[in-house]
């Protein structure tokens, strides 16, 4: 970004510009912060949604971005986050911690408030030098985690911090979701492909490296999704759609399934990612959305499943894992706390999110969003609770790097033929 692209007609123009610009340096520096403060990205994104809306208010965009924001809530996509919340705060009439409800409520809904307000306070994006930024914090974020695994993590050791391996887990799942939009925002840079080649190496070093096998195998199905999506883009949407919609319809019987399709000298070999323990954490949860179908247990009841009343008419066999604290995955969790009324909800969100992934009007734009979605999947599958601010921040993260990646390829397409035009603008 240049002193040029700044705009120049009043102080207050160009304070709220500065103030965008700073929104969009905080979004970038995720992956780096998240390396050194592996719960970090709940609050980036919640300074960076502050400094866009004190920017947009500064450039007098406010009763703009008001009328805006009012014109979306009416849309249905606009509607999710609003049905979200108000389902999530029904579910405290029949919580059996309703402290505990309002807590994750909070984890969860302010991320997603930040991410909704980025969208709506950002400008166009100054997509070369923003991706220059973006990728370079991005290669450090990865050369920081090489240094820990290689060094057994001795500065943690030395500051006195936690060194367990798994603390690392966190910045390379979010490595391997923020490469996609990435990806997107080095269209048309320079040596392109040698420059996300090279990023992809340090990135799967990385991942390789850590313990997270959840970010493994998000980092394959991600790079296999992407490869397909520029084969055969319509197969690989629907193969992706078919995918998060079974991975949601078979939730609560997935413990059931995988006991009897995965032999047991499988979930032996498997041991080291603990399939077996999971296999039966599925099973226990699968339990509670048995008893609770509709209504569910009550939002972000997960951590004290296990203390929860439900707990008591689970089988025995069954029991004793529901205190592990999350059922490993995250559609599961939709069922188990908000039972059928979360699960259509989510399942009208995916179904609005195939149509939009759809109608993409650029073919190159629809492989690093499906791939992004294949890894997301992956990791919901598998992972720990799906309401945790850090994850859900690096969720709308990727959003907002896509929406406006997008944007800005579009407008840069429509505008290229009076490039020469823009003065300084024109590197954008």
Known sequence: MTTAD????????????????????????????????????????????????????????GRALAADAWARARSLPGAFLPLFAALAA??????????????????????????????????????????????????????????????????????????????LNKPVICFVVLYWPLWSLSEGAPRRGLMMGALAVLMAAAVFKSVSGAAMLALICGALTFGLARLAPRFAWGLVMAGLFAALALAPVKGDLAQRAVPGWALDRLQSLHARDRVEIWQSFGEVTLLRPFTGAGFGVSPKMGDAPVALLVPGEHRTLLAVGHPHDMFLQIWAELGVLGALLAAVALAWLGKALLVLRRREELPPALAAIAAVLVIAEVGHGAWQGWWLAILGAAAIWFCKSFEAVRYDTASGSRAGERGPQAEH
Not at 118 to 133: D, T
């Open 90 to 167: 029904a579910s405290l009439l029949w919580h059996p911690f309703p402290r505990l409800g309002l807590f994750a409520m909070g984890e969860a809904f302010a991320p997603l408030v930040a991410a909704a307000i980025l969208g709506l306070s950002l400008g166009r994006l100054r997509r070369r030098a923003v991706f220059i930024l973006f990728a370079s914090l991005f290669a450090l974020a990865c050369v920081e985690v090489l240094v820990e695994l290689f060094t057994g993590m001795a500065w943690r050791y030395a500051v006195g911090m936690r060194p367990a391996l798994f603390v």
């Open 6 to 61: 700044a705009p120049n007609h009043t102080p207050a123009s160009a304070s709220g510009h500065y103030l965008e610009q700073a929104a969009w340096v905080v979004l970038a520096a995720m992956p780096l912060a998240l390396a050194f403060a592996v719960r970090s990205s709940a609050a980036l994104i919640g300074v960076a949604a502050l400094l866009a809306l004190a920017g947009a208010v500064v450039a007098g965009r």
